[in-house]
C-alpha cells in the first residue's frame, strides 16, 4: 500500500445507507472505496445500513469480498 500523503490514511471508509436500487449507482461507490483501499488511502472499507439485496448484489462486481465491515443499526 502507497498510502497518502505523507502515509496518512482512514482506518475504515463506509457506504452509508445506499438507497438506490438497480445496483450502478452502489457498484460505481464500491469501487471508488475499493480504489482507495488498492492505493493504501484506507485499511479497510465496508457497508453501513445495507440490506442482505445489496450485499447480495456486490458479488457480481465486488473486487474486495467480502466487505471488511458490515455496521448493522441494532436496538
Known sequence: MNGGKD???LDL???HGAAVEGGKYN???WKALERAYKN???K???V???GKG????????AQVWPPHVNQIEVH
Open 48 to 50: 453501513s445500513n445495507a
Open 54 to 61: 445489496l450485499i447480495e448484489d456486490m458479488k457480481a462486481y
Open 7 to 9: 502515509g496518512a490514511y
Open 13 to 15: 471508509m463506509l457506504i
Open 40 to 42: 493504501g488511502l484506507t
Open 44 to 46: 479497510a472499507i465496508g
Open 27 to 29: 457498484e460505481v461507490q
